[in-house]
């Protein structure tokens, strides 16, 4: 079975400060895309940033980042600097080549931001 | 903000009404899905299309039905609405061919609450 696991449910961090949010996924393809994804509360999904599986570069957008480690089948999110805008729902989510771009989705880490 | 657009964006209907939610994407994207999703938790894929005529079922069961007569429309349908409906429900698109990298862009979301 391809599942997503996001194991911390909420998480906090201090205004300016850097926060880890944690996934990993298990799937038996080796062709794939990872995504994570920013849901702010009452607001539209946005895509926060993109890692395509056959790049060992770490993918990389201003204060996001992800490790991504292929062997261990783990995709973090790292935000560094972190705003009171940062304030959201976060989804780890796995699709795969040529399957016609279908998402598969974890159970999201709600991220709090102290001013 | 993506150009993916839904209404209503909240709905409170009572049982056993014939209700549609409206989706419609300005980007002459392909593919496109209906996602649900209670509160704080993670989207569940119940519909999704690859063009016009297409329409597949997702991996979470649902009562509605969806049509695709046009490429930028999917529209979603709850013939006979009842109180196990009421959740969020998030329509996505993305594009397809060369190129494409799985991203999907989505809309508002409309809360649909069934008394």
């Known amino acids: 079975a391809q599942t997503v696991t996001q194991s911390q449910p909420e998480m906090s961090v201090q205004e300016a400060e850097t926060v880890t949010l944690s996934c990993t996924y298990d799937?038996?393809?080796?062709?794939?895309?990872l995504f994570w994804y920013k849901q702010p509360p009452s607001r539209q999904m946005i895509l926060v940033i993109r890692?395509?599986?056959?790049?060992?570069q770490n993918a990389t957008e201003n204060r996001f980042s992800v490790n991504f480690q292929k062997a261990a089948k783990s995709f973090s999110l790292k935000i560094s600097d972190s705003q009171l805008g940062d304030a959201a729902m976060y989804f780890c989510?796995?699709?795969?080549?040529?399957?016609?771009?279908?998402?598969?989705f974890g159970q999201g880490t709600e991220l709090s931001v102290k001013p | 903000e993506a150009d993916i657009y839904q209404t209503p964006r909240y709905l409170v209907i009572g049982t056993g009404k014939k209700i549609t939610l409206e989706c419609s994407q300005t980007?002459?994207?392909?593919?496109m899905y209906w996602y649900q999703q209670d509160p704080g938790m993670e989207l569940h894929l119940i519909h999704y299309?690859?063009?016009?005529?297409?329409?597949e079922k997702g991996d979470l069961s649902s009562e509605s039905t969806v049509s695709r007569i046009r490429t930028e429309h999917f529209p979603l349908t709850l013939e006979s609405a009842r109180p196990s409906h009421t959740s969020q429900y998030l329509c996505?698109?993305?594009?397809?061919?060369?190129?494409?990298?799985?991203?999907?862009?989505f809309g508002p979301g409309t809360r649909l609450t069934v008394l």
């Open positions: 989510a796995l699709s795969f080549y040529n399957q016609g771009g279908k998402l598969i």
């Open positions: 299309s690859y063009g016009v005529n297409s329409t």
């Open positions: 890692q395509e599986a056959y790049k060992q």
């Open positions: 996505a698109s993305s594009e397809s061919g060369a190129g494409s990298t799985d991203t999907q862009y």
């Open positions: 980007m002459g994207h392909d593919k």
């Open positions: 799937t038996s393809e080796s062709d794939y895309y």
